[in-house]
Protein backbone atom coordinates (compact mmCIF):
# COMPACT_ATOMS: atom_id res chain seq x y z
CA UNK A 1 0.00 0.00 0.00
CA UNK A 2 1.99 3.32 -0.65
CA UNK A 3 1.86 5.39 2.05
CA UNK A 4 -0.04 8.70 2.50
CA UNK A 5 2.14 12.36 2.90
CA UNK A 6 1.62 15.78 2.89
CA UNK A 7 1.97 17.48 -0.08
CA UNK A 8 4.11 20.24 1.97
CA UNK A 9 7.06 18.08 3.05
CA UNK A 10 10.13 19.28 1.90
CA UNK A 11 8.14 21.70 -0.71
CA UNK A 12 10.60 24.76 0.08
CA UNK A 13 13.54 22.95 -0.81
CA UNK A 14 15.51 24.77 -3.61
CA UNK A 15 18.01 23.15 -3.50
CA UNK A 16 18.22 21.51 -6.83
CA UNK A 17 21.04 18.85 -6.24
CA UNK A 18 18.77 16.17 -6.83
CA UNK A 19 21.01 13.73 -8.74
CA UNK A 20 20.38 10.21 -7.17
CA UNK A 21 17.71 11.35 -5.15
CA UNK A 22 15.13 11.63 -7.61
CA UNK A 23 12.87 8.89 -6.75
CA UNK A 24 12.15 6.65 -9.51
CA UNK A 25 7.66 6.43 -10.04
CA UNK A 26 8.54 2.78 -11.71
CA UNK A 27 7.09 0.56 -9.27
CA UNK A 28 3.67 3.10 -8.76
CA UNK A 29 3.36 2.45 -12.59
CA UNK A 30 4.14 -0.82 -12.26
CA UNK A 31 0.88 -1.62 -9.50
CA UNK A 32 -1.29 0.06 -12.22
CA UNK A 33 -0.14 -2.42 -14.96
CA UNK A 34 -0.67 -5.15 -12.34
CA UNK A 35 -3.90 -3.73 -11.43
CA UNK A 36 -4.88 -3.66 -14.97
CA UNK A 37 -3.91 -6.85 -16.19
CA UNK A 38 -5.91 -8.15 -13.36
CA UNK A 39 -8.83 -6.65 -14.26
CA UNK A 40 -8.66 -7.52 -18.21
CA UNK A 41 -7.79 -11.33 -17.27
CA UNK A 42 -10.95 -11.85 -14.44
CA UNK A 43 -13.10 -10.20 -16.83
CA UNK A 44 -14.19 -7.29 -14.26
CA UNK A 45 -16.89 -4.60 -16.02
CA UNK A 46 -16.28 -3.03 -12.39
CA UNK A 47 -14.89 -2.95 -9.21
CA UNK A 48 -17.94 -2.11 -7.16
CA UNK A 49 -21.38 -1.66 -8.15
CA UNK A 50 -23.75 -2.26 -10.80
CA UNK A 51 -23.85 -1.36 -14.30
CA UNK A 52 -27.94 -1.35 -14.68
CA UNK A 53 -30.70 -0.20 -12.17
CA UNK A 54 -34.33 -0.19 -11.58
CA UNK A 55 -36.25 2.78 -12.75
CA UNK A 56 -40.06 3.38 -11.49
CA UNK A 57 -42.04 5.68 -13.91
CA UNK A 58 -45.60 7.04 -12.75
CA UNK A 59 -47.43 10.10 -15.10
CA UNK A 60 -49.35 12.37 -13.38
CA UNK A 61 -51.75 15.49 -14.74
CA UNK A 62 -53.55 17.67 -12.45
CA UNK A 63 -53.92 16.01 -9.01
CA UNK A 64 -54.36 12.76 -10.96
CA UNK A 65 -52.41 9.48 -11.42
CA UNK A 66 -52.54 8.44 -14.88
CA UNK A 67 -52.27 4.98 -15.88
CA UNK A 68 -51.22 3.43 -19.08
CA UNK A 69 -49.08 6.39 -20.13
CA UNK A 70 -46.44 5.04 -22.84
CA UNK A 71 -42.97 6.39 -21.75
CA UNK A 72 -39.62 5.86 -23.15
CA UNK A 73 -36.18 6.36 -21.31
CA UNK A 74 -33.20 7.41 -23.29
CA UNK A 75 -30.02 8.09 -22.28
CA UNK A 76 -26.13 7.37 -24.39
CA UNK A 77 -26.30 3.88 -23.84
CA UNK A 78 -30.18 3.11 -24.96
CA UNK A 79 -33.91 3.14 -24.72
CA UNK A 80 -36.07 1.56 -23.02
CA UNK A 81 -39.74 1.61 -22.97
CA UNK A 82 -42.73 1.21 -20.21
CA UNK A 83 -46.59 1.66 -19.56
CA UNK A 84 -47.24 3.82 -15.98
CA UNK A 85 -47.18 2.38 -13.58
CA UNK A 86 -44.88 0.36 -14.40
CA UNK A 87 -40.88 -0.08 -13.40
CA UNK A 88 -38.17 -0.81 -16.14
CA UNK A 89 -34.07 -1.68 -15.65
CA UNK A 90 -31.88 0.67 -17.68
CA UNK A 91 -28.13 0.51 -18.27
CA UNK A 92 -26.88 3.25 -16.02
CA UNK A 93 -24.67 6.06 -17.65
CA UNK A 94 -22.97 9.66 -16.23
CA UNK A 95 -25.12 10.68 -18.79
CA UNK A 96 -28.63 12.22 -17.63
CA UNK A 97 -31.88 10.04 -18.18
CA UNK A 98 -34.54 11.35 -20.52
CA UNK A 99 -37.64 10.53 -19.86
CA UNK A 100 -41.10 11.05 -21.93
CA UNK A 101 -44.40 10.09 -21.31
CA UNK A 102 -48.22 10.32 -23.20
CA UNK A 103 -51.52 9.46 -23.18
CA UNK A 104 -54.39 10.79 -25.69
CA UNK A 105 -52.60 13.36 -27.48
CA UNK A 106 -50.98 14.82 -23.87
CA UNK A 107 -46.98 14.37 -23.13
CA UNK A 108 -44.66 14.94 -20.39
CA UNK A 109 -40.88 15.16 -20.27
CA UNK A 110 -38.20 14.79 -17.52
CA UNK A 111 -34.53 15.01 -16.92
CA UNK A 112 -33.69 12.39 -14.24
CA UNK A 113 -29.80 13.15 -13.11
CA UNK A 114 -26.93 10.80 -13.05
CA UNK A 115 -24.84 11.41 -9.75
CA UNK A 116 -21.82 9.67 -8.61
CA UNK A 117 -22.75 7.02 -5.55
CA UNK A 118 -20.35 5.53 -3.21
CA UNK A 119 -19.03 3.13 -5.55
CA UNK A 120 -16.91 5.85 -7.65
CA UNK A 121 -14.41 6.38 -4.82
CA UNK A 122 -14.42 3.17 -3.76
CA UNK A 123 -13.25 2.09 -7.26
CA UNK A 124 -10.88 4.75 -7.55
CA UNK A 125 -8.94 3.77 -4.55
CA UNK A 126 -9.38 0.33 -5.38
CA UNK A 127 -8.33 0.97 -8.46
CA UNK A 128 -6.58 4.02 -9.31
CA UNK A 129 -7.61 5.87 -13.29
CA UNK A 130 -8.36 1.74 -14.43
CA UNK A 131 -11.61 1.92 -11.78
CA UNK A 132 -12.35 5.42 -12.41
CA UNK A 133 -12.14 4.62 -15.97
CA UNK A 134 -14.47 1.76 -15.64
CA UNK A 135 -16.95 3.76 -13.59
CA UNK A 136 -17.28 6.18 -16.67
CA UNK A 137 -17.69 4.36 -19.58
CA UNK A 138 -20.11 1.87 -17.68
CA UNK A 139 -21.53 4.19 -15.59
CA UNK A 140 -21.30 1.64 -12.37
CA UNK A 141 -20.26 4.45 -10.34
CA UNK A 142 -23.66 6.47 -10.85
CA UNK A 143 -27.14 6.13 -10.05
CA UNK A 144 -30.77 7.82 -11.29
CA UNK A 145 -33.44 8.37 -9.03
CA UNK A 146 -35.55 5.02 -7.72
CA UNK A 147 -38.64 6.73 -8.84
CA UNK A 148 -39.48 9.34 -11.91
CA UNK A 149 -43.02 11.29 -11.90
CA UNK A 150 -43.57 12.71 -15.11
CA UNK A 151 -46.10 15.60 -15.07
CA UNK A 152 -47.82 15.49 -18.42
CA UNK A 153 -49.05 18.66 -20.22
CA UNK A 154 -46.10 19.82 -17.82
CA UNK A 155 -42.76 21.45 -18.92
CA UNK A 156 -39.46 19.63 -19.06
CA UNK A 157 -38.88 18.59 -15.92
CA UNK A 158 -35.70 17.84 -13.26
CA UNK A 159 -35.43 15.17 -10.86
CA UNK A 160 -32.12 14.17 -8.71
CA UNK A 161 -30.96 11.75 -7.71
CA UNK A 162 -31.82 12.36 -4.57
CA UNK A 163 -35.53 12.18 -5.62
CA UNK A 164 -36.06 15.76 -5.47
CA UNK A 165 -37.67 17.10 -8.22
CA UNK A 166 -38.09 20.40 -9.77
CA UNK A 167 -39.11 22.44 -12.92
CA UNK A 168 -36.38 23.46 -15.22
CA UNK A 169 -36.82 26.77 -17.38
CA UNK A 170 -38.04 26.37 -20.94
CA UNK A 171 -35.31 25.49 -23.24
CA UNK A 172 -37.28 25.31 -26.53
CA UNK A 173 -36.58 21.38 -26.76
CA UNK A 174 -38.36 19.36 -29.29
CA UNK A 175 -40.20 16.88 -27.53
CA UNK A 176 -38.41 13.43 -27.53
CA UNK A 177 -35.26 14.87 -28.64
CA UNK A 178 -32.81 14.19 -26.35
CA UNK A 179 -29.05 16.58 -25.90
CA UNK A 180 -26.59 15.47 -23.83
CA UNK A 181 -24.99 18.72 -22.47
CA UNK A 182 -21.29 17.85 -21.84
CA UNK A 183 -20.60 21.47 -20.04
CA UNK A 184 -19.39 20.63 -16.35
CA UNK A 185 -22.39 21.25 -13.57
CA UNK A 186 -22.04 24.02 -11.35
CA UNK A 187 -22.60 22.98 -7.52
CA UNK A 188 -20.07 20.96 -5.77
CA UNK A 189 -17.03 18.85 -6.66
CA UNK A 190 -14.86 16.62 -4.67
CA UNK A 191 -11.39 16.71 -5.66
CA UNK A 192 -8.47 14.15 -5.05
CA UNK A 193 -5.00 14.58 -5.84
CA UNK A 194 -2.02 12.21 -6.32
CA UNK A 195 1.25 12.73 -6.45
CA UNK A 196 4.43 10.85 -6.65
CA UNK A 197 7.51 11.22 -4.26
CA UNK A 198 9.30 14.45 -3.52
CA UNK A 199 12.14 14.58 -5.28
CA UNK A 200 13.91 17.03 -2.97
CA UNK A 201 13.43 14.44 0.21
CA UNK A 202 15.12 10.95 -0.02
CA UNK A 203 13.10 9.92 2.34
CA UNK A 204 9.81 10.87 0.73
CA UNK A 205 6.64 9.17 -0.26
CA UNK A 206 4.21 9.30 -2.61
CA UNK A 207 0.87 10.73 -1.43
CA UNK A 208 -3.11 11.13 -1.89
CA UNK A 209 -5.08 14.41 -0.39
CA UNK A 210 -8.95 15.18 -0.46
CA UNK A 211 -9.90 18.75 -1.73
CA UNK A 212 -13.27 20.30 -1.88
CA UNK A 213 -13.93 21.97 -5.40
CA UNK A 214 -16.71 24.01 -6.51
CA UNK A 215 -17.56 25.16 -10.16
CA UNK A 216 -19.33 28.39 -10.94
CA UNK A 217 -20.05 28.74 -14.55
CA UNK A 218 -16.82 28.29 -16.30
CA UNK A 219 -14.66 29.04 -12.97
CA UNK A 220 -13.36 26.20 -10.84
CA UNK A 221 -11.40 26.40 -7.49
CA UNK A 222 -10.84 23.17 -5.68
CA UNK A 223 -8.74 24.23 -1.87
CA UNK A 224 -7.79 22.23 1.26
CA UNK A 225 -6.61 23.24 4.70
CA UNK A 226 -4.49 21.12 6.94
CA UNK A 227 -3.26 22.24 10.92
CA UNK A 228 0.00 23.29 9.06
CA UNK A 229 -1.04 24.43 5.39
CA UNK A 230 -3.25 25.59 3.09
CA UNK A 231 -3.67 24.73 -0.77
CA UNK A 232 -5.71 26.36 -3.55
CA UNK A 233 -6.15 26.24 -7.28
CA UNK A 234 -7.91 27.88 -9.57
CA UNK A 235 -8.99 27.57 -13.49
CA UNK A 236 -11.36 28.75 -16.10
CA UNK A 237 -13.38 25.98 -18.34
CA UNK A 238 -12.38 26.50 -21.97
CA UNK A 239 -14.69 24.01 -23.83
CA UNK A 240 -13.80 20.73 -22.11
CA UNK A 241 -10.33 21.78 -21.15
CA UNK A 242 -9.62 23.32 -18.00
CA UNK A 243 -6.25 24.41 -16.48
CA UNK A 244 -5.75 24.29 -12.68
CA UNK A 245 -2.90 26.79 -11.41
CA UNK A 246 -2.35 27.85 -7.62
CA UNK A 247 -0.12 27.62 -4.57
CA UNK A 248 0.35 26.36 -1.27
CA UNK A 249 2.17 27.75 1.98
CA UNK A 250 2.89 26.92 5.57
CA UNK A 251 0.92 28.69 8.15
CA UNK A 252 3.28 29.67 10.52
CA UNK A 253 6.12 30.33 7.81
CA UNK A 254 4.08 31.55 4.57
CA UNK A 255 7.44 32.06 2.66
CA UNK A 256 7.84 28.39 2.74
CA UNK A 257 5.64 27.99 -0.81
CA UNK A 258 4.84 26.13 -3.64
CA UNK A 259 3.00 26.42 -6.75
CA UNK A 260 0.81 23.54 -8.88
CA UNK A 261 0.11 23.45 -12.63
CA UNK A 262 -2.54 20.95 -13.55
CA UNK A 263 -3.43 20.42 -17.10
CA UNK A 264 -6.59 18.07 -18.17
CA UNK A 265 -9.98 17.57 -19.53
CA UNK A 266 -13.78 16.94 -18.64
CA UNK A 267 -15.22 13.67 -19.95
CA UNK A 268 -18.21 11.43 -18.67
CA UNK A 269 -20.74 13.95 -20.17
CA UNK A 270 -18.77 16.40 -18.06
CA UNK A 271 -19.52 15.32 -14.61
CA UNK A 272 -15.63 13.99 -14.25
CA UNK A 273 -12.68 15.98 -14.49
CA UNK A 274 -9.12 14.39 -14.71
CA UNK A 275 -5.87 16.17 -15.27
CA UNK A 276 -2.21 16.00 -14.77
CA UNK A 277 0.99 18.11 -13.73
CA UNK A 278 3.11 19.02 -11.27
CA UNK A 279 3.93 20.52 -7.83
CA UNK A 280 6.73 23.18 -7.92
CA UNK A 281 9.30 24.50 -5.60
CA UNK A 282 9.82 28.03 -5.60
CA UNK A 283 12.89 27.61 -8.36
CA UNK A 284 10.56 26.70 -10.44
CA UNK A 285 11.37 22.49 -10.82
CA UNK A 286 9.27 19.98 -10.76
CA UNK A 287 8.85 18.33 -7.01
CA UNK A 288 5.75 15.96 -7.63
CA UNK A 289 3.77 15.16 -10.56
CA UNK A 290 0.47 14.88 -9.58
CA UNK A 291 -2.80 13.75 -10.99
CA UNK A 292 -5.73 15.25 -9.82
CA UNK A 293 -9.47 13.40 -10.32
CA UNK A 294 -12.57 15.70 -9.49
CA UNK A 295 -16.20 14.27 -9.46
CA UNK A 296 -19.29 16.25 -9.44
CA UNK A 297 -20.87 15.07 -6.35
CA UNK A 298 -21.68 15.38 -2.80
CA UNK A 299 -20.33 12.05 -1.81
CA UNK A 300 -16.98 13.05 -0.17
CA UNK A 301 -13.95 10.39 -0.65
CA UNK A 302 -12.60 9.00 2.08
CA UNK A 303 -10.07 10.40 4.34
CA UNK A 304 -6.80 9.43 3.64
CA UNK A 305 -5.30 7.26 6.42
CA UNK A 306 -3.71 8.87 9.21
CA UNK A 307 0.34 8.67 9.60
CA UNK A 308 2.71 9.76 11.68
CA UNK A 309 3.80 12.42 9.57
CA UNK A 310 2.63 16.05 10.47
CA UNK A 311 0.54 17.82 8.33
CA UNK A 312 -2.09 15.01 7.08
CA UNK A 313 -5.41 16.29 8.13
CA UNK A 314 -9.12 16.09 7.40
CA UNK A 315 -10.41 19.38 5.66
CA UNK A 316 -11.21 22.18 7.88
Same mark, same amino acid.
Given at each position: ?155 ? &???? /????? +????? $??? #??? @??? %? ?57 ? &???? /????? +????? $??? #??? @??? %? ?54
Amino acid at each position: MVGFRPAIEGCGNDNDNTRGRARNIGDFMLRMLVCMAALLLSGCASITGTQTQPVSIQATQGNQIISGATCTLTNDAGQWFVKTPGSVTVRKSTADLFVECAKDGVTGQVKAVSRANNNVWGNVFAGGLIGYAIDRNSGAGFDYPETVTVILGGKL &GMMS /SSGVA +GVAPP $NGS #NVG @TVS %IDPSPPDGRWRAVMSCDANRFNKDSQPFQANFNAQVDGNRVIIKRRTKLAEEVMSGTIS &GESL /SLAGM +GYRLE $NPA #NSW @TFK %IDGVFMGNGKIYNGKGAQLAKNGTTARLCTVLMIHTDVPPPVPPQTTEAGVATLQ
